[in-house]
């Protein structure tokens, strides 16, 4: 068995001298909100977008609650959207008095099933918010095809597909709205952080009000050498706007992003193939028909057994192996149980991944010496 002498976590953040010498020189610059740099990481990430508008936020979370703010959610609206996410994609649209639509998840890839959508929706549907989950794209042709159908505005959770594609089109180089994360168990991160990218400009207008209390002018703007102190409040917003601090690591990652997910894929493909001749055990996420690239964000693997999951968690850590479920079903949750109506054996298929699935460790330094020992594990465990 191979040699491991050390905890091997569920995700670890890849950080470079680069970025380091960066933020030593934004912490000496004497400017740590946001300013200079946070305006270069926001054009960086336009470019890398292909020239859409992108706006940062201090969390994905954030962007989320005044994206579908921009798109006028409100009290008494739906959205329509997956039970298999992290409950930040349900809260944002409860806090906006809105309701949660939520539709079923297809078992084999673990993403929400477009067939189920048109049906879910409303006269009181406001958006359909899809989620990529562990970074693999959603179906979105059909997805879009129902908004366009219907008048309704497509927001995608996209917070675990930074350097997904979708037939050859990266996530986040089209659509209506795209919204991504840079906390540290993201392929990329900014420390804490996620943008916005969209093409509106009312919406990037809105957005770029909401993130710092409604105020019409930048702390940059008020108080550089050239900025003016006077500023208007056009309506009441919010406090979460990125800081320089946090663009100066951002900036570094997005330059490394795509050899960090380079091998991130390659390590999934080792996974595959060493967990092929365990499908008897458990299954991993289904490769879909059309043409995609996987972020490499997650490996999830589903357990034919679900009462084996707790006692193989066990196991894996008590062989210094970090491994957690990602996620247990919304709608299970008291909160969505209580206020929404929702009850066990709404949503069958999130139930079964749900009650099955555990996510093994994957990152950039994770040496394949390492995973070859969580194989072995594994493999001990159902032995």
Not at 25 to 47: I, M, N, Y
Not at 114 to 142: E, N, Q, R, W
């Amino acid at each position: 068995m191979p040699k491991v002498d050390k905890f091997l976590p569920l995700s670890r953040p890849t950080v470079s001298d680069e970025t380091i010498e960066e933020v030593v020189r934004v912490l000496k610059s004497g400017w740590l909100a946001t300013g200079p740099l946070t305006k270069k990481f926001e054009k960086d990430l336009s470019e890398y977008f292909g020239g859409r508008s992108v706006l940062c936020f201090t969390s994905a979370t954030a962007g989320l609650h005044a994206t579908l703010m921009a798109m006028g959610v409100q009290e008494g609206d739906e959205v329509v959207t997956t039970p298999f996410t992290f409950v930040a994609t349900a809260n944002v649209i409860a806090m906006l008095g809105a309701k949660p639509v939520f539709v079923d998840i297809k078992k084999d890839d673990f993403n929400v099933d477009p067939d189920k959508i048109a049906d879910a929706c409303t006269s009181k549907t406001k958006v359909i918010m899809p989620v990529h989950y562990a970074g693999l794209s959603v179906d979105l042709d059909p997805i879009y095809e129902i908004a366009n159908l219907k008048g309704l505005r497509v927001l995608e959770d996209a917070a675990h597909a930074f350097g997904s594609s979708y037939k050859k089109r990266k996530i986040g180089a089209f659509g209506d709205a795209q919204v991504f994360s840079f906390h540290p168990i993201k392929n990329m991160t900014s420390g804490e952080g996620g943008c916005v990218v969209l093409d509106s400009e009312y919406e990037q207008k809105f957005l770029n009000l909401q993130r710092f209390h409604g105020i019409d002018r930048s702390i940059w703007d008020r108080f550089s050498k050239n900025g003016s102190c006077y500023y208007d409040v056009v309506f009441p917003g919010f406090k979460s706007n990125l800081s320089d601090i946090q663009a100066a690591i951002g900036i570094h990652q997005l330059q490394e992003v795509e050899t960090l997910n380079d091998r991130r894929r390659r390590l999934m493909a080792r996974y595959r193939r060493a967990l092929e001749g365990m499908r008897d055990k458990l299954h991993m996420q289904g490769i879909p028909k059309y043409d995609f690239v996987h972020s490499g964000h997650l490996f999830p693997i589903c357990l034919q057994d679900a009462e084996k999951r707790d006692d193989f968690m066990s196991f894996l850590k008590e062989n210094s192996i970090g491994a957690t479920p990602y996620y247990t079903p919304l709608h299970l949750f008291t909160y969505y149980r209580d206020t929404f109506g929702y009850k066990r054996g709404d949503f069958p298929n999130a139930e079964y991944v749900g009650e099955r699935v555990v996510c093994l460790p994957l990152y950039y330094d994770l040496e394949e010496n390492e995973q070859d020992y969580i194989v072995e594990i594994i493999g001990k465990f159902f032995s």
